[in-house]
């Protein structure tokens, strides 16, 4: 769809699902770029919260994105809840939806800059039905989002999860234990890949390859007889032994996807029992969303959120901004949603066997 960038004088942008590294850096490009073409930027805060109840409205001025380039999280607040398609009332779920587009037009909003993973996205495309104009801008550590070569977010988680791996080298090492590290990804290995790789992992399980306990307990051995009495065993959250289903962290919430968790500490004593090695099983959680962005996720979230504005200024309204090297280009936001998970035959799994990494299959 296109829409007269000459009408466009109050654009609103949000933050939604989980949060990720480099958030602050799109806020802030997105709002230095329209304040100068002359349009007023506002914040809604936690989600679409801001548009439920109108005190959660944040102006975003010069001033206020001063110096945020650098800080994680998001100075908007985010929620995994409070979809308005499906809100949580008092008495069960209700469809608030026309409300927020009602407050949205209230307030004189021409635009709004839907900073998210899958979820956000989905969201935007029900509010496009109904008539918002909508720019998509891909954010999640899980990289799982199709339509760009990446997200913002993921380079820094898969540095703290590297980071994670490296020091755990030295306890596996100097106790002769199997260390294994559980990191995030939802249903995709993308974490677990390249900061198993670049980690030194001896084995890495993820969704995508159904692993076998026997398999990884003959990595382990092969690596005992050789004299290397440790190894590091990186899961991600989503990974699964063949014919079983992802661990999850008790039963679902309503309004919520359901929370994986629990394929370490299960591989730690699959291990432990079957080759007699001493283990620990370790979750690093949401240390991977958090601390300050990489150079390379800073760069992006800015490099998005000018892109978000430039696309208006084409008049392009209704798809969402992609990394596609050397720039930057626009899909629809359908393309967008769908998952991406980790190719098999990808230069990164094929780089992982030539060095001996067990996929344990
Ligand atoms: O999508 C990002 C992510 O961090 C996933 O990797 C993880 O499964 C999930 O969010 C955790 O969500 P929450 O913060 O709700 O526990």
């Known amino acids: 769809m296109t829409m007269d960038p000459a009408k466009i004088k109050k654009i609103a942008v949000n933050t939604g699902g989980g949060d990720a590294p480099g958030l602050n850096a799109v806020i802030r490009a997105v709002t230095l770029a329209a304040i100068r073409q002359g349009w007023e930027v506002h914040g809604i805060r936690h989600g679409y919260r801001g548009l439920i109840d109108l005190n959660q409205m944040m102006r975003l001025t010069i001033d206020r994105v001063r110096g945020i380039t650098h800080l994680g999280g998001t100075i908007l607040g985010t929620a995994n809840r409070g979809n308005p398609f499906e809100y949580q009332g008092e008495n069960g779920t209700i469809d608030i939806s026309d409300q927020v587009v009602e407050n949205f037009h209230k307030l004189g909003l021409d635009v709004l800059i839907c900073i998210g993973g899958d979820g956000s996205l989905r969201i935007a495309q029900n509010f496009i039905q109904k008539g918002i104009p909508i720019i998509g801008v891909p954010k999640t550590i899980d990289n799982d989002l199709s339509g760009t070569i990446i997200t913002f977010g993921f380079d820094t988680a898969v540095s703290t999860a590297t980071d994670a791996i490296d020091k755990l080298h030295s306890t596996a090492e100097s106790h002769e234990r199997v260390m294994v590290v559980e990191v995030m990804g939802r249903y995709a290995g993308w974490i677990a890949l390249n900061s198993g790789i670049s ?163």
């Open 199 to 361: 980690g030194s992992a001896d084995v890495i399980l993820i969704p995508e390859i159904p692993f076998e306990i026997e398999k990884v307990c003959a990595k382990i051995r092969e690596r005992e007889a050789g004299g290397r009495h440790f190894a590091i065993v990186v899961c991600a959250e989503g990974a699964a032994p063949a014919g079983e289903g992802m661990r999850t962290k008790g039963p679902k919430e309503t309004g919520r996807e359901i929370q994986l968790g629990g394929i370490a500490d299960y591989v730690a004593r699959e291990i432990a029992q079957r080759t007699g090695k001493e283990t620990r099983a370790l979750v690093l959680g949401h240390l991977q969303r958090g601390g300050s962005p990489t150079t390379f996720d800073r760069l992006l979230g800015l490099r998005f959120g000018a892109a978000a504005i430039r696309c208006l200024l084409e008049g392009k309204v209704n798809v969402m901004v992609a990394l596609d090297p050397p720039g930057v280009k626009t899909v629809p936001i359908e393309e967008a949603v769908q998952m991406k998970r980790v190719p098999l035959n990808c230069d990164t799994i094929l780089t992982a066997r030539s060095l001996g990494i067990s996929f344990g299959d």
